[in-house]
């Protein structure tokens, strides 16, 4: 009897003690995340480069925000989702002006290696533009940044 008590400890030491199941790897982040400085534009099918600056902002807990030359404490953080599985990808940024109104701007994007390009509507970024494209006539605007390297 004693031994099969000892031998029912030890055994269930060890399957206390033997792995379970793998957990899930944890979500990838979209791969938007990171900085983006602006260096191009294209309206009306022509393609200039960017002259205003500006660095794009998307953090993986869903934060944007573009840098400019601000007072840190200006500093104004919007939310963004995208839907990457879309064709062709979506991304909605939800802008609260100075006066307390929320809008959400419906863009397009895509990312090739290190270049964004994302396109929206100049007459109204809440509607999402139907093709991603920019041609003569067109109210479509696609403007063009490149990831940055990350600081360390």
């Given at each position: 009897?004693?031994?099969?008590?000892?031998f029912?400890?030890?055994?269930?030491?060890?399957?206390?003690?033997?792995?379970?199941?793998?957990?899930?790897?944890?979500?990838?982040?979209?791969?938007?995340?990171?900085?983006?400085?602006?260096?191009?534009?294209?309206?009306?099918?022509?393609?200039?480069?960017?002259?205003?600056?500006?660095?794009?902002?998307?953090?993986?807990?869903?934060?944007?925000?573009t840098?400019?030359?601000?007072?840190?404490?200006?500093?104004?953080?919007?939310?963004?989702?995208v839907?990457?599985?879309?064709?062709?990808?979506?991304?909605?940024i939800?802008i609260?002006?100075?006066?307390?109104?929320?809008?959400?701007?419906?863009w397009?994007?895509?990312?090739?290696?290190?270049?964004?390009?994302?396109?929206?509507?100049?007459?109204?970024?809440?509607v999402?533009?139907?093709?991603?494209?920019?041609?003569?006539?067109?109210?479509?605007?696609?403007?063009?940044?490149?990831?940055?390297?990350?600081k360390?």
């Amino acid at each position: 009897m004693r031994m099969a008590i000892l031998f029912s400890l030890v055994a269930g030491s060890c399957a206390a003690a033997a792995p379970g199941p793998k957990d899930k790897d944890p979500p990838k982040p979209s791969p938007l995340v990171g900085e983006w400085e602006m260096v191009s534009e294209t309206a009306q099918g022509q393609t200039r480069p960017w002259q205003l600056g500006g660095i794009h902002v998307f953090t993986a807990d869903g934060k944007y925000r573009t840098k400019r030359d601000e007072p840190e404490g200006k500093i104004t953080w919007q939310k963004y989702s995208v839907d990457d599985k879309a064709d062709p990808k979506t991304l909605d940024i939800v802008i609260t002006d100075g006066t307390g109104k929320v809008n959400t701007w419906r863009w397009l994007y895509r990312i090739d290696g290190d270049k964004l390009e994302y396109c929206w509507r100049t007459d109204d970024h809440t509607v999402r533009p139907e093709k991603f494209e920019s041609p003569k006539g067109s109210v479509n605007m696609i403007h063009t940044a490149k990831r940055m390297e990350p600081k360390k």
